[in-house]
């Protein structure tokens, strides 16, 4: 993990994007380090991300989105799932964007890099990032919708998250009701009384 110090310097930054870009020993750990610092120029609008552009608080825009792309799919990810570190991250910057300007393409990739870590942690396969992450690619075409398989504990971490953040996200909301089919029936419906899908 970063300090606060380490997630505004542009140096360090640009060295995480190096190694998630070009190094084979380029690790999850260190995409969702440089997802940190996108969550940090989403919130104060200043830091590496921000840099040589006007960028508001709490404001999330295609830039922003571009990076968050950038770190995912570096073709040196491209073998990895998605992981818990990586989704956890995603999460934060869904959490912190309270003003949106990038036309929803935050949401598609948040959502497609929730599900893609969802259904590798429930050992299901899963196509390489380039694939899963990709907006040309349907979701529906990989994506373990209504089958069985889905872990338990990966819905209800997926739900714990939800029930931890302020304000509602629909994208995640949506993604537990598609991977809600792939859980026993019993699961579904006690998560069907925690979770209001009206959102």
């Known amino acids: 993990m970063l300090t606060p110090v380490e997630?505004?310097?542009?140096?360090?930054?640009?060295?995480l994007i190096r190694i998630i870009e070009t190094s084979p020993a380029a690790t999850s750990q260190a995409a969702a380090r440089a997802l940190e610092v996108v969550r940090d120029g989403v919130i104060t609008g200043e830091g590496p991300t921000a840099a040589g552009r006007i960028h508001f608080s709490r404001a999330l825009?295609?830039?922003d989105v571009d990076w968050c792309a950038r770190i995912l799919a570096?073709?040196?990810?491209?073998?990895?799932a998605v992981t818990r570190a990586e989704a956890e991250a995603l999460i934060a910057i869904d959490e912190a964007a309270t003003e949106r300007s990038d036309e929803g393409r935050?949401?598609?990739?948040?959502?497609?890099a929730i599900v893609h870590h969802a259904a590798a942690a429930s050992g299901l396969p899963v196509p390489p990032r380039a694939v899963?992450?990709?907006?040309?690619?349907?979701?529906e075409s990989?994506?373990?919708?209504?089958?069985?398989?889905?872990?338990?504990?990966?819905?209800?971490?997926?739900?714990g998250?939800?029930?931890?953040?302020?304000?509602?996200?629909?994208?995640?909301?949506?993604?537990?009701a598609t991977l809600i089919g792939a859980a026993t029936i019993p699961f579904a419906q006690a998560m069907s009384s925690?979770?209001?899908?009206?959102?």
Request: aromatic share 8%; proline share 5%.
């Open 132 to 139: 899963a992450l990709s907006p040309d690619v349907a979701i």
């Open 142 to 159: 990989w994506a373990p919708t209504r089958a069985v398989g889905v872990d338990t504990e990966v819905l209800e971490w997926i739900s």
């Open 194 to 199: 925690m979770i209001d899908f009206s959102m």
């Open 161 to 176: 998250q939800m029930r931890a953040q302020r304000r509602g996200s629909v994208t995640l909301h949506a993604v537990v």
């Open 7 to 15: 997630r505004r310097d542009p140096q360090v930054f640009a060295e």
């Open 74 to 80: 570096a073709p040196t990810m491209d073998g990895l």
């Open 106 to 112: 935050f949401d598609g990739l948040f959502a497609r």
């Open 61 to 63: 825009d295609a830039v």
